[in-house]
């Protein structure tokens, strides 16, 4: 197994101060905690938000403040006090609760599912803007749109296995994948698209009875167009299924059975946000502003296009690579903003810089404080949606798994849980976990081991002294809270909690209609 995949959490040296996340100092915090109930206020005009949009939000707000919740730890060797707030642990936008989710997912696959020495090819699916709409918020008909995906590319691998090894039949071929589903795109944008991180060939069942792995060649490029014609069509009917009228030749799709009367403001939201659209004031319907330069301008590259699917396959990572792909798949799991790139403007709008200049130039966005609120809350997958899926023999209903996942790795202690003292269990519950693996959760890295390896905030070991940490009290309530901040004197001068950095309250022009449209 590569170093990457089993690399132990950076050593913090002794005597060296914690340095405490401040979410509150990011502009993203300051953003939502000004203006969301004021965005809440004017959706409810438009029939309100749904209560787990409200959640993931509200929790975000008070995630890594010690005023909401701490864990107070004590060093057995020295005596020295520290605190840790809790994190909210949602799985919408927040960086800091995703970026451990990332890496655990990361970790897990290439552990534990992904089997080693076998290449795997990243294929991509993007869909027409109306159909990202539905499917951001029609849970069901998302899932069978990237379940028709996967299909057309398992399709697509055992029969060019029939072909190339000569079986009997495509039945004889086994091809294994993992479902990453996307919600967002470089700009903040309602994009709802796969990528499929599929086994770059088939297994076989040998003479022998043994499961073999055969390396397919890179798909030609009729290949791939034959994969996006065949996803588009097999989408008709898909659609069809859940009663959506479809023109197969224009690729469009009517969209007005999304439109919820009961949270018509939610579907506003994504709406506007899967076609960059402006939701309030004077350019409502509008396409945000744009920075463009010129000179950063692409050409255009080509992909497989059929009726407004996009199908892309250019990506593959060799199997005894398991460094960047575990690479890859912290990439797909990635949280959706960037909030080092989200800045103030002179003016009180936001500016949201690409990573990568578009094909037209465009290096960044501007948005008012209530549009990234809507933007946001249309980043927010519904509950109980697994954003992770198992296809084939990688599935945990397959009953071929056992024969090609990988050895899992010893189980990782918890480093705040020792066997006799009863501690405090930080780690993933089992409603958290996305891939429904019953067999490995037992197997996923507690949260403080998480915490240590992604932030190197190492709440089981004393700052000063190295010594082991044990905790203290779970402080829930406010007057516990407070007795536990008071009595370690964090109220004070050398309170942990920062200022606001900025006292300024950028207001939005006067209320105006919410928008409801979909053109």
Known sequence: MASAATRKPTERPCGKPRVRHRPEETVLHQVLSLHFEEFVERAEEAGGLPDFVLKEVREYLRCGLLEHGLLHCRCQRCGHDEVCAFSCKRRGFCSSCLSRRMTD??????????????????????????????????????????????????????????????????KQAHSGSVLFIQRFDSALRLNVHGHLLSLDGVYVRAADGKLRFHELPEPAAEDVAEVARRTAARLVKVLKKHGREVDPELGEVDVSAADDTEHSALTACYAAAAAGTDLFGQRAGSPALRLVDPSSARPHEPVAIAYGVNVHAAVRVHGNDREQLQRLCRYLGRPPIAEERLTWTDDGRLRY??????????????????????????????????????????????????????????????????????????????????????????????????????????????????????????????????????KLELQGADDPTPRRTTSRRYRVPPPEQLGLGFG
Not at 138 to 148: F, G, R
Not at 156 to 167: I, P, V
Request: aromatic share 8%.
């Open 353 to 486: 810089e690409l990573k990568r200049a578009w094909k037209d130039g465009t290096r960044a966005v501007i948005l008012s404080p209530l549009e990234l609120c809507a933007r946001v809350c249309a980043l927010n997958p519904r509950p109980g949606f697994n954003m992770v899926r198992y296809y084939g023999c990688l599935s945990s209903h397959s009953a071929l798994r056992r024969e090609v996942v990988p050895n899992p790795p010893p189980a990782v202690a918890n480093p705040l849980l020792n066997d006799h003292d009863g501690q405090l269990a930080l780690q993933f519950g089992a409603g958290h976990d996305d891939d429904g693996d019953t067999e490995g959760s037992t197997r996923r890295r507690p949260w403080a081991w998480l915490l240590r390896y992604v932030w190197q905030a190492d709440v089981s070991t004393c700052s000063r002294c190295g010594g082991p940490m044990k905790w203290i009290e779970v402080a829930t309530e406010p007057e516990a809270i407070g007795r536990v901040l008071a």
């Open 105 to 170: 997912t990361a970790l897990n696959l290439v552990e534990q599912v992904l089997p080693t020495g076998v290449p795997v090819r990243q294929w991509v699916c993007s869909l027409p803007w109306r159909l990202r709409v539905l499917c951001g918020y029609d849970s069901a008909l998302c899932a069978d749109v990237m379940k028709a995906f996967e299909k057309e590319v398992s399709r697509s691998l055992c029969h060019r296995a029939k072909e190339q090894l000569g079986l009997g039949s495509v």
